[in-house]
């Protein structure tokens, strides 16, 4: 494997080679310059993919839906599909959710599906700001739905998720403690519920609580759905399919997909900046002088902010930053 | 209320006057510089309290079982308390977990107890920077005891919850499918488990599966106990306000405790940096190139990896950043 240039690889990417759309995702994942360089020349080809997130906690079943709706959408044997499937993993744990996404295997031998898992490596910002990029590669290799699939409810998937243009939430009959636990960051990052395992006894009381909870919220444009579906069977995920694309229609109508994708790209923005400019900043103290401030912090003779003051006042070559 | 300067409402709070108190923990609240000013002040005089962080989904029980820790610390009449209900309220949604914690109004005219609630208003960087700041204070404020309670397992709330020595995690008989979602989260944060509303069916099971998450990870110094409490009756608040006190010692004696504070000062410190560095350069480029940035990537002519080279062009003065 000889490395190529970076340009000549995100043209054959966009030009289907998948070869080469793999090691350019390989690229984005790692992070760096060369990450940044296929940011730049990725980007103006994109913009056509609908990007698709879905997410919920472990045992929820959604490589199986995912499963069912590549399927779907491969009836049409002209559409292609991406799938990226997200592990934000802890760093004591670490991330052991992979294996059922093995069953995404049986689409590994069709060239219409691409599939991807995705770690955060060394990317600097992490899985938040990596998700975003890779999913721009995927964008410009010309697949019409990148499906984000990411692990769990918690702050950095819902930044994931958000990276989407429909999110799609996968839960449980019986799972009224964990709804009840996550409420506020369900609604916020929903745009479509999803009660799988249907046919297993309390999806009325799921419902009924989802519904209760989207019931605090005013949704001028578009209030979240609530589907059932049975993951083995593929029950329901014509309807879940059909209701993606409404979404889209509807946020394309309102103008909303527009500001929406605006303001990601703007959150991201201040991102990439906030992030660079730390690490610049603690570059240029250089870490001898940055362990002589932890060493002065711990014990008290200087408080964050001050330290801070002084990291600025080197970095940017003033007082008081 | 007329307005005293920041210094000497910081030396009367830390003298015990409690509405000076309540007055610099409104500046931490409200961020700018004022806050970094208490920051300031408040660092070198703290450093002997122990801080609780008390957290778990809402309706677990944690306000009732905080409000026996206190009974339990108020019964010897020379040991003070304090606690901070953080409310990490959602964008869409809003916070209205406040409700339950009127139940702690009980310790309103006790003088030995201090109970105080915050959002995140104005902060930069909000909560998970003005939480360090309040417990600083608190800490300055002589209170050997902080307990911060927060609503939720996300990453805000793993962030809130990490500002503190020892962490308790409250979770509930037959919350198998809620801690499945969350346990990465859970066994990252946690240094007590408590099995709250134990005289319900079921706390085997969630020990089980709680035990089970604990085996997957090496534990040199402390793994974190499972205990269980009944919040109404008191019964197992006892054990758990020693097993709190066993957790601190054991830190301390591992030199543990040190190093915790040492990194959360160390992350605190970068957060600060990109925070404001992030800041200034935003108002450096101004908000009117920075919305012609924002118009030339929605229109796919400049992704945000060029438009931060721009922002840092402007604020950096050089090329790339």
Avoid at 71 to 80: A, E, F, M, P, T
Avoid at 115 to 134: K, Q
Avoid at 181 to 202: M, T, Y
Wanted: hydrophobic share 40%.
């Amino acid at each position: 494997m000889r490395s190529r240039p970076v340009p000549e690889l995100v043209a054959a990417a966009v030009d289907g080679d998948r070869l080469a759309l793999a090691r350019v995702l390989s690229l984005v994942e790692r992070g760096g310059p060369q990450s940044r360089e296929v940011s730049r020349l990725a980007f103006p080809e994109g913009g056509e993919a609908h990007t698709v997130g879905i997410t919920g906690a472990p045992g929820a079943g959604k490589s199986t839906l995912t499963d069912q709706i590549i399927r779907l959408i491969r009836k049409d044997r002209d559409s292609q599909v991406a799938v990226l499937a997200v592990d934000p993993s802890s760093p004591r744990t670490g991330g052991a959710f992979l294996g059922d996404r093995v069953r995404m295997q049986d689409h590994a031998t069709d060239p219409g599906v691409f599939i991807r898992s995705m770690a955060s490596r060394g990317h600097l910002g992490g899985l938040a700001l990596a998700t975003p990029e890779a999913i721009r590669v995927l964008d410009a290799s010309g697949f019409p739905v990148v499906i984000v699939e990411t692990v769990g409810v918690g702050q950095v998937e819902i930044e994931v998720a958000g990276a989407a243009d429909t999110t799609v939430v996968v839960v449980n009959p019986g799972w009224g403690d964990a709804i009840q636990a996550n409420k506020a960051g369900l609604i916020e990052v929903a745009d479509i519920f999803v009660i799988n395992k249907s046919d297993r006894p309390g999806s009325e009381e799921v419902e009924r609580d989802l519904n209760w909870a989207l019931d605090q919220t005013m949704w001028p444009v578009w209030r979240p759905p609530i589907l059932r579906t049975v993951g083995p069977s593929g029950e329901g995920v014509e309807e879940l399919v059909s209701v993606i694309a409404d979404h889209r229609g509807t946020l394309e109508k309102s103008g909303e997909l527009a500001e929406r994708r605006s303001r990601r790209l703007t959150d991201e923005l201040a991102e990439i900046v906030a992030r660079r400019l730390e690490l610049k900043a603690l570059e240029t103290v250089g870490e001898s002088r940055f362990d002589e401030l932890r060493t002065e912090m711990a014990a008290r003779r200087l408080d964050p902010h001050t330290a801070a003051d002084r990291i600025l006042a080197v970095s940017l070559g003033s007082e008081n930053g």
